[in-house]
T-cell receptor, first 115, second 109 residues
Framework: GAGVSQTPSNKVTEKGKYVELRCDPISGHTALYWYRQSLGQGPEFLIYFQGTGAADDSGLPNDRFFAVRPEGSVSTLKIQRTERGDSAVYLC?????????????FGPGTRLTVL | GQNIDQPTEMTATEGAIVQINCTYQ??????LFWYQQHAGEAPTFLSYNVLDGLEEKGRFSSFLSRSKGYSYLLLKELQMKDSASYLCAVRDGDYKLSFGAGTTVTVRA
């Protein structure tokens, strides 16, 4: 089956603009995660969804960042009033629910550049 | 907070063996994962350890010592395609992964 897909693959925007990044998880995966990866660093946790609800949004850096998953499948990460420091690769991952290994499967990411 | 350390870079020759160490200090422990990430691509899952000991999967093996807060990823019979970044990640609760900064492995002919 298809893996995790993310659109767009690249997004260039101007400081102060609003952007939306989309994630389409693997079919059947109830858990969905957003991470942010800066150059030379590992991914940094942003938010976790179990089903439709955000079970943990403790990694969102501030209230300019918001994410939704209204039907428990596709998720959208929304960033308002973008700043240059928001430039990074935004990675989405999904996994099965429950306990055990539940490895997270990552999408190719959206590279966001804020000019 | 979480502290996960791994070397920044390693270089090895095609056909050789490389061992990437990872030490961690986290508030909890519920599994350690290794991912491979080629430049500009998504991290891909390599291995999972939750109990002490060695897990072997083909040319890749991963070891865990929970009492020492230590893991390593062993890559055998290195191939050029193994040139990538290798990420160590600890799951400290039910889902959240905390990643190290990654180790860039360069395989030379």
């Amino acid at each position: 089956g298809a893996g995790v897909s993310q659109t767009p693959s690249n997004k260039v925007t101007e400081k102060g603009k609003y952007v939306e990044l989309r994630c389409d998880p693997i079919s059947g995966h109830t858990a969905l995660y957003w991470y942010r990866q800066s150059l030379g660093q590992g991914p940094e946790f942003l938010i976790y969804f179990q089903g439709t609800g955000a079970a943990d949004d403790s990694g969102l850096p501030n209230d300019r960042f918001f994410a939704v998953r209204p039907e428990g499948s596709v998720s959208t990460l929304k960033i308002q009033r973008t700043e240059r420091g928001d430039s990074a690769v935004y990675l989405c991952a999904s996994s099965l629910g429950g306990s055990g290994r539940k490895e997270q499967m990552f999408g190719p990411g959206t590279r966001l550049t804020v000019l | 907070g979480q502290n996960i350390d791994q070397p920044t870079e390693m270089t090895a020759t095609e056909g050789a063996i490389v061992q990437i160490n990872c030490t961690y200090q986290t508030s909890g422990f519920n599994g350690l994962f290794w991912y491979q990430q080629h430049a500009g691509e998504a991290p891909t899952f390599l291995s999972y350890n939750v109990l002490d000991g060695l897990e072997e999967k083909g040319r890749f093996s991963s070891f865990l010592s929970r009492s020492k807060g230590y893991s390593y990823l062993l890559l055998k019979e290195l191939q050029m395609k193994d040139s990538a970044s290798y990420l160590c990640a600890v799951r400290d609760g039910d889902y959240k992964l905390s990643f190290g900064a990654g180790t860039t492995v360069t395989v030379r002919a």
